[in-house]
């Protein structure tokens, strides 16, 4: 029985760890200096507007998308965040209760499965703004930041 309670819980935080993991990405992503490392911290929009030329209407759309999706993100990052606190206090109580621990973790799931579906959603958006030259510019920068997800600092809300 104990083997049982060892291997769910090692799922659980496993779980737990990748989504935290999405989570640090996500706000460093956010939060974090620019892709460019000779910027200041929040010019990462400046700089993508420049390697990109877009047009002043493009900048207002970009910007409009930039906010919603922000806003979606940040709201389903407290979310899991919150999930994970509960999570923590069912696992540290006296007698932890697997079902309660089996919903918590796959609330999680599925606020992480609606941030990725958003993000893709958001990517598609920010395409349809952007001429075919504009595209490819915008997508090596995405690839860029996916490949150097584990830098500190490679990040900023430029998308």
């Given at each position: 029985m104990k083997k049982k309670y060892f291997v769910y819980t090692l799922v659980i935080l496993t779980v737990v760890n990748l989504s935290?993991?999405?989570t640090l990405v996500y706000h460093r992503f956010k939060m974090s200096a620019s892709h460019y490392p000779h910027e200041k911290p929040g010019r990462g929009l400046d700089q993508l507007k420049r390697d990109l030329s877009l047009?002043?209407?493009?900048v207002a759309r970009?910007?409009?998308?930039?906010?919603?999706?922000?806003?979606?993100?940040?709201?389903?990052s407290a979310q899991q965040?919150?999930?994970r606190q509960q999570l923590i206090q069912e696992l540290i109580a006296a007698s932890p209760d697997p079902t309660r621990l089996s919903e918590i973790v796959e609330s999680i799931n599925r606020l992480q499965?609606?941030?990725?579906?958003?993000?893709?959603?958001?990517?598609l958006d920010i395409k349809g703004i952007l001429s075919l030259e504009q595209q490819e510019k915008f997508f090596t920068v995405v690839l860029e930041r996916f490949i150097s997800a584990g830098g500190p600092g490679k990040y900023s809300r430029g998308d």
């Open positions: 935290a993991l999405g047009s002043s209407e493009q970009f910007q409009e998308y930039r906010q919603a999706f922000h806003a979606e993100l940040d709201s389903l965040n919150t999930l499965l609606k941030a990725q579906k958003r993000v893709v959603k958001h990517l």
